[in-house]
Structure formats: structure tokens, C-alpha cells
């Protein structure tokens, strides 16, 4: 079974400045995509960017860019110029080729302070 | 832009009775999904529906689960007989697109969840 694990519960970050929080995961298929989501408190998660595994680039969405690595199975997520709007629960997350779930890490807060 | 909705945002329920969970998904999607999140753990997928049936379920969702889609808009979760382990944040999402071997190959849209609580 897919296993994605987000070994900081929690960052901080200081407003403008950048942060990464990681994710790394387990699986034996071949394709698969990867997401990060962000909950703001009492708010709906929102997706951030994904990746495709076949895909060799790095996904970017203006601030946000993901550095995938397939081999290490490491998919970590990096925020440049971070805003105090940016301050939420960010869950990476997998989904494999064929299948319908999302298998979730366990999240990482992400403070940002001004 | 269009966002999955929830209702209610808060279910309040005494062990053993039914409640019913409801999610209006975004009107172009065809696939759509329930998750629930118990307090301090990961988010769990439950169940995936699509073409009026069960596309994929966890072992979470077992028979004491049920899902419909019983008019053109609405997606809702049944749980029969709850158990105070059924206590947690119940999350709707849908996803539209391109289906690949039953599976959709979009992202999917979460709504803001219902907190379901059992005493």
C-alpha cells in the first residue's frame, strides 16, 4: 500500500523569505501524481500544485514550486516571497495512475510571521 | 469560482442513530469522493462514486456506510447505526474530466467539511 509521510508538523517562516516543507512517499507503481494542498483554519483544502510522475520538470504556480525527485520518491514544496496569507495546514498527498484515492501525509502547519 | 459545498457545517448525534451527510458537488464533475479526518490523524479516503455507483471504497466503509446521488446536484453519505468512533471531519470532494480505466486523471475540489460528533 501507498504510504506519504511529512516529517515536519510544523515550519515557520518570516514574511518575504522562503520556506520548504517536505514530503517524501512509497510505492511500487510506476505512474502516479502527487499533490500539495493547503487548509486555511476552518477552511477547505485548496490545491496547490501538482505533479505528474511522469513528467521529468518541476511543477511551479507563481510562488510555489515543487522539487520531485522519483528516485528518492521525495516531493518537497517550496514557497517563495511567503505572505501571511500563506499560513495553513499544506498536505501532500498521492494518487496512483489508475485509482481514485488520495493517500495523505499527516500535514505540516506552516506559520508565517510579519 | 465554484467550490463544493457542505451541509451541516457542524452534526451533533447520539450513538446509534443514523445521520446523513450531504455535499453539493460542482455541477460539471462526474466523480466524487468522501474522506473523514479523525481529530489529530490523516485524512482518510472512504469512498469514490461515478456513474451512479461505487467506483473504489476503503475498508473503513464498511456496511454500516451507504452513499447516494438522489437528484442531479446533491452527493450524500449515510452512516446508519454511528459509533463514537465515527466522531470526525467528514470531507466532500468531486473532480470532473477525463476518465482513465474508471479513474479520473483531474485534481479533486474539497468542500470545507462537516465535523461530525458522536456522544
Known amino acids: 500500500a501507498q504510504t506519504v509521510t511529512q516529517s515536519q508538523p510544523e515550519m515557520s517562516v518570516q514574511e518575504a523569505e522562503t520556506v520548504t516543507l517536505s514530503c517524501t512517499y512509497d510505492?511500487?507503481?510506476?505512474?502516479?501524481?502527487l499533490f500539495w494542498y493547503k487548509q486555511p483554519p476552518s477552511r477547505q483544502m485548496i490545491l496547490v500544485i501538482r505533479?505528474?510522475?511522469?513528467?521529468?520538470q518541476n511543477a511551479t504556480e507563481n510562488r510555489f514550486s515543487v522539487n520531485f525527485q522519483k528516485a528518492a520518491k521525495s516531493f518537497s514544496l517550496k514557497i517563495s516571497d511567503s505572505q501571511l496569507g500563506d499560513a495553513a495546514m499544506y498536505f501532500c498527498?498521492?494518487?496512483?495512475?489508475?485509482?481514485?484515492?488520495?493517500?495523505f501525509g499527516a500535514g505540516t502547519i506552516l506559520r508565517v510571521k510579519s | 469560482e465554484p467550490e463544493v459545498t457542505q451541509t451541516p457545517s457542524h452534526q451533533v448525534t447520539q450513538m446509534g442513530q443514523e445521520v446523513i451527510l450531504r455535499c453539493v458537488p460542482i455541477?460539471?464533475?462526474?466523480?466524487f469522493y468522501w474522506y473523514r479526518q479523525i481529530l489529530g490523524q490523516k485524512v482518510e479516503f472512504l469512498v469514490s462514486?461515478?456513474?451512479?455507483?461505487?467506483?473504489?471504497k476503503s475498508e473503513i466503509f464498511d456496511d454500516q456506510f451507504s452513499v447516494e446521488r438522489p437528484d442531479g446536484s446533491n452527493f450524500t453519505l449515510k452512516i446508519r447505526s454511528t459509533k463514537l468512533e465515527d466522531s470526525a471531519m467528514y470531507f466532500c470532494?468531486?473532480?470532473?474530466?477525463?476518465?482513465?480505466?474508471?479513474?479520473?486523471?483531474?485534481?479533486?475540489?474539497f468542500g470545507d467539511g462537516t465535523r461530525l460528533s458522536i456522544l
Open positions: 505533479q505528474e510522475a511522469y513528467k521529468q
Open positions: 510505492t511500487s507503481e510506476s505512474d502516479y501524481y
Open positions: 455541477s460539471n464533475h462526474l466523480y
Open positions: 470532494a468531486s473532480s470532473e474530466g477525463f476518465a482513465v480505466w474508471g479513474a479520473s486523471n483531474q485534481p479533486q475540489h
Open positions: 498527498a498521492y494518487r496512483g495512475e489508475y485509482g481514485n484515492k488520495l493517500v
Open positions: 462514486f461515478y456513474n451512479n455507483e461505487i467506483s473504489e
